[in-house]
């Protein structure tokens, strides 16, 4: 019998669509010291949750598996959900349209759900069917842009600790150019700041680089905008984290996504791990350029 006062051990249920880096995922996962299972049976899930887990576990869930159906999924879900011992989450990862199309024809797979057909039929009807399963995840991570290399520091940030139950905060900075990023819970325009581009001999420079730092910081709203920003999130955290949510994911944005934005979400990141927050950062447009796309 497992007592009340153990701490539950953590079960990452991982799902999306067919292409959007699942099995990558499920790998990332057996690195950070998860015992993972792929397309087990949903029947058999239960089974092998019984007792007390030695370890973390990972388990893939996609429309391969057998007896896979929404009311299947919901009613796992709940099940675990309702377990004392185990701290059980659901990630999701997705990717938009036209990338899976360009990773299907890249790798010559056939899509489950259109396996006589263009794979986009395929990966229309499976993002009807998976639409409410995304609505219910506590982890949304868009793979569109991700190298397995960025997939893997994210993963990292959020599961490193191998079953805490801190309370994850991930900042990013984006172009919105290029449009913001997916599954944001927050996101801040930083556009009306003094942008550094103007400065020929800050252009090619980034927000990491200290001249460009005090360049925006001359910026008479800067220090007010970054001080109310700060206030309002460490206000909300708190209330995020009783709520139930175990991961925050906040943008900055501005034109090009190398200056503003940059140093908004530096200076955000180092206010918030001063206050003891478990904080993670991205910058987009600085990080796509290291390595090619998900397979």
Request: charged share 25%; hydrophobic share 35%; aromatic share 8%.
């Amino acid at each position: 019998m497992i007592s009340n006062t153990s701490k539950p051990q953590k079960l990452i249920v991982v799902s999306g669509p067919s292409g959007a880096g699942r099995s990558t995922a499920i790998n990332v996962l057996e690195d950070l010291g998860f015992e993972t299972i792929d397309n087990v049976p949903l029947t058999l899930i239960p089974r092998l949750t019984d007792g007390a887990l030695p370890r973390p576990l990972a388990i893939g869930l996609d429309v391969r598996n057998r007896d896979f159906t929404l009311s299947n999924v919901s009613d796992l879900m709940t099940q675990l959900h309702q377990r004392v011992d185990i701290d059980a989450q659901l990630l999701f990862l997705e990717a938009g349209e036209d990338i899976l199309i360009r990773r299907y024809s890249e790798t010559r797979r056939r899509h489950p759900l259109a396996p006589d057909e263009p794979a986009i039929q395929g990966i229309r009807r499976e993002a009807d069917l998976l639409l409410p399963l995304r609505q219910t995840a506590e982890f949304l991570l868009d793979t569109s842009e991700m190298s397995p290399h960025d997939l893997k520091a994210h993963l990292t940030d959020w599961f490193g600790d191998c079953g805490s139950s801190l309370f994850g905060i991930s900042l990013q900075s984006f172009s919105y150019k290029r449009g913001p990023p997916k599954g944001m819970d927050m996101m801040f325009d930083c556009r009306f700041l003094k942008n550094p581009y103007w400065e020929p001999s800050l252009r090619e420079s980034t927000g990491v680089d200290t001249a460009v730092g005090t360049y925006i910081e001359t910026d008479p709203r800067f220090l007010g905008f970054l001080t109310k920003v700060s206030d309002l999130i460490l206000m909300l955290l708190p209330a995020f984290r009783d709520e139930g949510k175990s991961h925050l994911s906040i943008g900055f944005g501005c034109t090009g996504g190398q200056h503003r934005s940059v140093y908004v979400t530096e200076q955000l990141t180092l206010a918030l791990a001063n206050q003891g927050w478990q904080v993670s950062k991205r910058h987009r447009e600085m990080d796509r350029t290291r390595m090619g796309p998900l397979p």
